[in-house]
């Protein structure tokens, strides 16, 4: 009976300890949650990467969607719950230059209706214009209901951007045919 008892309890601990290990990732020394909540809403690591040509290594990204997916079309297109997920792993001074990484790959990712979305561009560079230091993370957070990004500095809202056109410019920095980083890209789709 007791090597019984033994054995359920070893077998219920290595089941705790499984789940335990999936619920958070670790990329370039950022710990990384499995899920995100958003709205009654779970979003789930897509995929995640660091040292990216985008940021110059000074930050780690991940994708965060309603539905896994490694078609890049599907989630730039989808009318479905997404976040892009930015961890600062060195201090950016000023922000200025977080804000001109996004402005100059943004303008490849919206090409033709890059006049129609500067005013939202213009936007969220107010939005992130305050400072940013070491271990400050960001999310923006599409939620099609609205359809608006919600942007969160270390999980306080500091602004919404309205539009969809928008949002698939904004995730096409990312996972557009002119992604800023292919191996980025491939990395956020979990490939």
Known sequence: ??????????????????????KTFTVESVVLPRTIQFKNTTLSLNGAGGKSKIWLGSCVQSLYLSQLTQDPEYIIDGDIEMAIRIDITSTISPSTKLTK????HFKKSAG????????????LDNILSGEMRQKDVFKFIYSPIDPTIFVYKNDVLIGEIQG????????GIWLSDEAADKKLKNQLLGK
Not at 165 to 171: G, L, P, R, Y
């Open 1 to 22: 009976m007791k090597k019984n008892l033994t054995l359920l309890i070893l077998i219920s601990t290595l089941q705790f300890a499984t789940i335990s290990a999936q």
């Open 101 to 104: 990484l996004i402005y100059d």
């Open 112 to 123: 033709n209706n890059l006049e129609l979305l500067r005013s939202r561009l213009e936007e």
């Open 164 to 171: 969809t056109h928008f949002k698939k410019a904004f995730f």
